[in-house]
């Protein structure tokens, strides 16, 4: 199949493309790629049959070449792997005569006989006559036995009586084994073709695994992915020593870089964008650009990009406007409270960036304890616990478990909210093992994540929270808000589950701490040592209390 190169609207033609090629995993998307995006949505319009599933969410991506751009879906779309619009897949295993569908097609037919024969399958009546038998005779045996107890009772029983009431008991007990195995043998002739079909079973089980995982070995090999320097590489070899997850090379952005290369084009910049509703999982917005997963396309586009000169990581790379480091709030000589400035690591990562952990540790140097009570995201912005001595940091730590520190953020979320609105988000999380350090929402396995939140106004279109968290999982509030169980009304500035903006606007606000009762009062009330920057709200801007100088 011939790739389709699709012309840059023309108001976008004059537009200079960037110096260096998209990094893939963090961007913001380029004019152009966002210009080749809408033609690939005014192109979906046109087709009013692929509705349905486009509703049910996709991923779509677009690259840009000098003058042009190519297009491509994710998948297969309309349950095919090819389209004239987009280019085609690196691998078809839907063509006609490929290996794949013959040997799928012998595999589906092997489930299909295991299904039959497990139909078929039916335990002997005679096990149903007997279990009645047996039952039978076992309440016979329960009321000799309490006629035997109750001739026991007589004081003046003959030891040969008692004796012939021992034997009566054991004969019993001898009779009912024996009729139990001559039932066992009478089942075990009977069932004789039950257990051969069963072993047919276990052996078309075994056939099937051992063909399964032999077409997949066969199917990563011949995703051959190749780079700007023209080296080839097939998934097995990318990703060793670890088996290549399902689905590894369908996605956009490995099948737009194989189609440019193919062809001899120049990649310039690349984007992925989101169609649809979101998974029940996941969190994608409509319209939303979103980076390559790291699970399946991290180790092939780390092969596909050697060649490119690719922007930097910008989160390693990001210039700091200032130095970043915390402010002093409150401190005595156990504990002290410290605001973190949006950017600021809470502990030593691996890239020697500069922490919290690292500045405290500069500021009380006199501190005994492990100082890191709790953490905030790099991206939050907000108050965090320091613990100055060890015998606070464990008590800390006890209040934090026993639900006795309480933490309020606010947030500024991307569309507006009735004023006023409250209520409660309880949607269990974990991490998204194929994409991290993104979390998804999982009712099975996930742990339980509880938010309340209220919405104190509306600023230049958009909404103005105070979140409270009951629990403390990762991404906790970012999800909350973002998912479409949750509010479906992202943060503004979060690149992982909204749209990226100069900053993630979520501040730790207040933290409250439940005291013990004083001994002196009557009514043993509890107090509580609440530490915050700012008492209210009145007449201020997000941004006079987002970072504390």
Not at 196 to 203: G, M, N, T, V, W
Not at 211 to 221: E, G, K, P, V, Y
Not at 244 to 272: I, N, T
Not at 382 to 400: C, D, N, P, S, V
Request: aromatic content about 8%; some cysteine; hydrophobic content about 35%.
């Amino acid at each position: 199949m011939a790739v389709t190169l699709h012309p840059l609207p023309s108001c976008v033609q004059a537009v200079q493309p960037p110096e260096m090629f998209t990094y893939p995993f963090c961007y913001e998307p380029h004019s152009l790629c966002i210009a080749a995006a809408n033609e690939v949505h005014s192109y979906l319009d046109q087709h009013p049959e692929w509705h349905d599933e486009l509703q049910r969410g996709k991923m779509f991506g677009v690259l840009i070449v000098e003058g042009a751009f190519l297009a491509a879906f994710s998948g297969t779309l309309d349950g095919k792997t090819q389209h004239p619009y987009f280019v085609p897949p690196v691998f078809d295993l839907m063509a006609p005569g490929c290996y794949f569908q013959e040997e799928e097609a012998a595999i589906s037919a092997i489930n299909r006989r295991i299904a039959a024969l497990q139909a078929s399958l039916r335990p002997s009546p005679l096990r149903k006559e007997m279990e009645e038998e047996l039952a039978s005779y076992k309440e016979q045996m329960r009321q000799h036995k309490a006629e035997r107890d109750f001739l026991r009772q007589n004081s003046s029983l003959e030891e040969d009586a008692k004796g012939q009431l021992i034997r009566q008991s054991q004969h019993e007990k001898a009779e009912y084994r024996r009729l139990k195995q001559a039932w066992e043998q009478r089942i075990f002739v009977a069932e004789k073709p039950l257990r051969e079909c069963q072993q047919l079973i276990e052996q078309l089980q075994k056939e099937r695994h051992e063909r399964s995982i032999a077409l997949q070995q066969w199917l990563f090999r011949q995703f051959v992915f190749l780079n700007a320097l023209g080296e080839e590489k097939a998934l097995p070899e990318l990703f060793a020593p670890a088996t290549p997850p399902s689905g590894a090379g369908e996605c956009c952005a490995p099948k737009l870089l194989q189609a440019a290369y193919r062809e001899g084009l120049q990649p310039l910049c690349m984007a992925e964008f989101w169609v649809g509703n979101s998974p029940a999982n996941e969190i994608r917005h409509d319209g939303h650009f979103y980076p390559a997963c790291n699970s399946k396309c991290r180790p092939i586009l780390r092969h596909m990009l050697k060649g490119l000169n690719v922007e930097p990581n910008p989160l390693l790379h990001a210039p700091c406007p200032q130095p970043l480091a915390p402010h002093i709030i409150y401190n005595n000589e156990d504990m002290a409270v410290v605001s973190k400035p949006a950017g600021l690591l809470s502990v030593p990562g691996k890239d020697d960036q500069p922490s919290v952990q690292e500045a405290t540790r500069q500021m009380f140097p006199q501190a005994t304890g492990p100082l890191i009570v709790h953490r905030l995201d790099m991206d939050t912005s907000g108050l965090m616990l320091i613990a100055l001595t060890e015998e606070k940091y464990h008590e800390l730590q006890r209040l934090f478990l026993e639900r006795r520190i309480h933490k309020v953020y606010h947030a500024l979320l991307e569309h507006e909210m009735p004023v006023g609105q409250e209520g409660d988000i309880s949607l269990p999380l974990r991490p998204d093992f194929d994409d991290r350090p993104r979390q998804m929402v999982d009712k099975k396995h996930g742990k339980a994540a509880q938010t309340h939140y209220r919405v104190l106004e509306n600023r230049d279109g958009h909404a103005l929270l105070e979140l409270r968290p009951i629990t403390g999982r990762t991404h906790q509030l970012r999800v909350h808000c973002a998912h479409p169980l949750g509010l479906n009304n992202p943060i503004v500035g979060d690149r992982l589950y909204g749209k990226p903006a100069e900053r993630l606007m979520l501040h730790a606000y207040s933290i409250t701490i439940e005291t013990k009762p004083p001994s002196i009062s009557p009514k043993g009330e509890g107090q509580n040592q609440e530490i915050s920057p700012r008492g209210d709200l009145e007449g201020a801007k997000f941004e006079d209390y987002e970072d504390i100088p």
